[in-house]
Nanobody
Framework: VQLQASGGGLVQAGGSLRLSCAAS????????MGWFRQAPGKEREFVAA????????FYADSVKGRFTISRDNAKNTVYLQMNSLKPEDTAVYYC????????????????WGQGTQVTVSS
C-alpha cells in the first residue's frame, strides 16, 4: 500500500490542523493505521492508531484529549485532527500502515508515507 500524507503547515499555539493520509494500492480497509512524529534530533514517536474498522483507537499520553484519529475507508484516507496545538507538537508527521492493530513502535509498521511538517509557533 502506498501512503501520501498532507495537511501540515504553520499554526499558532492553541490552533488546529487536520492531517490526511491517502492510501492507494492494496485494500486500505484491511490495514490498521498509525500516526507518528519526529522532531529534529529526536526519535520517531507514536502519536495515535486506529483499527481497520475505525472502531478502536488509542493515543500517546502527550496528545490524548487534543488529537483525534479517524478514517474513511470509502475514501481510503485516515485523518489526524489536532487541536490545542503546542510548540512541542512541532515535528514531521508520518502515517503508517500494518495488518495488525495495537502497534505503537515504528519498527512494527510495514508501510510508511512521506512526512508532512507541522510547526507550532508560540
Amino acid at each position: 500500500v502506498q501512503l501520501q500524507a498532507s495537511g501540515g503547515g504553520l499554526v499558532q499555539a492553541g490552533g488546529s490542523l487536520r492531517l490526511s493520509c491517502a492510501a492507494s494500492g492494496r485494500t486500505f480497509s484491511r490495514y490498521s493505521m498509525g500516526w507518528f512524529r519526529q522532531a529534529p534530533g529526536k526519535e520517531r514517536e507514536f502519536v495515535a492508531a486506529i483499527s481497520w474498522s475505525g472502531t478502536s483507537t488509542f493515543y500517546a499520553d502527550s496528545v490524548k484529549g487534543r488529537f483525534t484519529i479517524s478514517r474513511d475507508n470509502a475514501k481510503n484516507t485516515v485523518y489526524l485532527q489536532m487541536n490545542s496545538l503546542k510548540p512541542e507538537d512541532t515535528a514531521v508527521y508520518y502515517c503508517a500502515a500494518d495488518g495488525r492493530y495495537g502497534l505503537s513502535n515504528a519498527y512494527e509498521y510495514d508501510y510508511w508515507g512521506q512526512g508532512t511538517q507541522v510547526t507550532v509557533s508560540s
